[in-house]
């Protein structure tokens, strides 16, 4: 999916604001000063393709049910879609005449992704980016790691792993005696001994004469 526009006809502090993404630059950038709206852009990126919360912080200009995001998207074949997202329970998707259109009709734009997954892989705003620097240097430089956090949703990847090694651990040691997996092993070589020392018993009984 490509983003060509983002309007923000009554979106928290903007009223009537377009930003439009030419196609012939593949990486755009919005930067600005503190409080400038830069987070309130990419919360309203998120809210047209997912639907406005309930309880939405970007109301405190408009009246919640007059807010409103407009946006322009295209797929790699050419096919492009415009519509306004309102705030509301049913029908929030509209096309550019007011129209309701159906709400799987943004699906092969968001490729099946959760808003969650979205913004993690997507919404990187400057807490984000600094957080996953810090995790870098803290992983001794692991790109992979940190990509493949970035890229699943799987945050703190580090820790996750540390504790599958630790919940492993109790259950397998392979010069254990005590984890689980070695203690099952162990009744089991000596219930395989019983049973064949049963065995060579019952046979003896049988062949004596």
């Given amino acids: 999916m490509r983003i060509e526009y983002l309007s923000l006809p009554a979106f928290g502090m903007f009223t009537d604001q377009i930003i439009r993404f030419p196609a012939e ?61 309102r705030k509301g329970r049913k029908s929030t998707i509209l096309d550019p005449e007011g129209k309701p259109l159906p709400d799987e009709v943004l699906y092969p734009y968001t490729a099946g992704l959760s808003r969650s997954d979205f913004e993690d892989m997507f919404g990187l705003d400057h807490q984000r980016l600094r957080e996953g ?9 692991s790109l992979g790691q940190s990509l493949f956090e970035a890229a699943s949703g799987v945050r703190h990847l580090r820790e996750v792993l540390a504790d599958l090694d630790r919940q492993s651990g109790e259950l397998f040691k392979p010069a254990g005696r005590n984890p689980t997996a070695n203690r099952l092993a162990e009744s ?12 060579r018993g019952t046979d003896r009984c049988t062949h004596a004469p």
Avoid at 39 to 61: E, K, M, Q, V, W
Avoid at 194 to 199: D, K, L, T
């Fill in 25 to 85: 630059y593949g990486l755009h950038i919005i930067y600005g000063p503190n409080e400038a709206g830069k987070s309130t852009i990419l919360r309203a990126l998120s809210d047209a393709l997912f639907g406005i919360p309930h309880n939405s912080p970007d109301s405190f200009r408009h009246e919640p049910g007059k807010l409103r995001i407009a946006a322009g998207v295209s797929l790699a074949d050419g096919t492009k879609l415009e519509f306004i997202r």
């Fill in 133 to 141: 620097g810090r995790r870098l240097l803290e992983s001794g430089g």
């Fill in 188 to 199: 089991y070589i000596e219930s395989k001994r019983s049973i064949e020392a049963h065995r």
